[in-house]
């Protein structure tokens, strides 16, 4: 892949063309992301407009055909991408993300473009069980309408986001390949919220609680999740461990609520500990 986004950067019309096409292109929408991403990690975000547009444009389409994840993704990794090279802080970068992902839940952006009305009756025609339990919250004031609406648009946010950060993982791990060899390794294995984003995190999270935005109360733990995600590959990278633990590592995290739970008391503890540093002078 490293290749390819050599090949990308030598004039912008291959970037142009690449991103039009990977967009596209069903289930390839992560590929054009990852390249405007690139583009404007590398040029900044006037340079790689014409990058940003050609994705966008066929991500635009499939909103049309109702899928909005290409376009939101395109479009919110850009964002990232700018803060990212402005600021230069992972930290600041997932919770801008976070945050405006948490918007587009708010604004109804990922909610069925039918409404969740059919989906539930088909639910309930294809199961007494679930019929019965929307009965059952219908009883008991729910509006079974509202939780579905937020359900599925908090899933589809948050397949958003991971997917924007892995795109985003992708394009700057490429530039370092290209400009810096070994610098994202590096950069990543050191990310970790500072106790000020910490603090920030946990505020819109407390003010998400109290006004009742439940997008960011849905996606709030993503950040520090990434930060405990990046410990244990600093760990691993200052123990010179074998390849395998990872594997394992990230095998039981797709796998088991525990380990995710883990990770995120990980990332919080690592933000006030800096246990990587710890590690790194004991050694």
């Known amino acids: 892949m490293l290749a390819f986004a050599r090949w990308l950067m030598q004039r912008p019309s ?10 596209l292109v069903p ?13 404007t990690l590398r040029k900044g975000f006037v340079s790689a407009l014409p990058v940003i547009m050609a994705a966008a444009i066929p991500a635009g389409w499939w909103w049309t055909q109702g899928d909005v994840v290409p376009l939101t993704s395109v479009l919110l ?10 600021r230069m802080r992972w930290g600041e970068t997932l919770i801008v993300g976070t945050l405006v992902c948490a918007g587009m839940i708010q604004l109804g952006i990922f909610s069925p473009p039918g409404g969740t009305e059919a989906m539930l009756e088909q639910l309930r025609q294809s199961s007494a069980e679930f019929d019965g339990m929307l009965t059952e919250l219908g009883t008991q004031g729910y509006d079974t309408a509202f939780l579905a609406e937020l359900v599925v648009g908090g899933v589809t946010g948050l397949v958003v986001l991971l997917a924007t950060v892995v795109c985003l993982a992708i394009a ?16 990543f ?8 984003e910490l603090a920030i995190l946990i505020g819109l999270g407390v003010i998400s609680m109290l006004f009742g935005v439940a997008g960011f109360v849905l996606l709030g733990w993503v950040p520090l999740l990434i930060a405990g995600v990046a410990l244990v590959h600093g760990i691993i990278g200052l123990k010179g461990m074998n390849g395998l633990w990872l594997a394992a590592f990230y095998a039981l995290l797709i796998t088991t609520w525990p380990m995710i739970l883990i990770v995120l008391l990980l990332g919080l503890v690592d933000s006030f500990a ?3 540093g710890r590690l790194a002078r004991s050694t």
Request: net charge positive; aromatic share 12%.
């Open 14 to 23: 291959y970037a142009v063309g690449a991103a039009a096409l990977a967009s």
């Open 189 to 196: 294995h050191a990310l970790r919220l500072a106790p000020r």
């Open 274 to 276: 800096n246990i990587r």
């Open 172 to 187: 700057r791990s490429w530039q370092a390949g290209i400009y810096n060899p070994g610098g994202f390794r590096q950069e």
């Open 27 to 39: 289930w390839l929408f992560w590929l054009g992301a990852a390249i405007a991403a690139l583009v």
């Open 77 to 86: 990794v850009t964002l990232m991408g700018v803060v990212l090279r402005e």
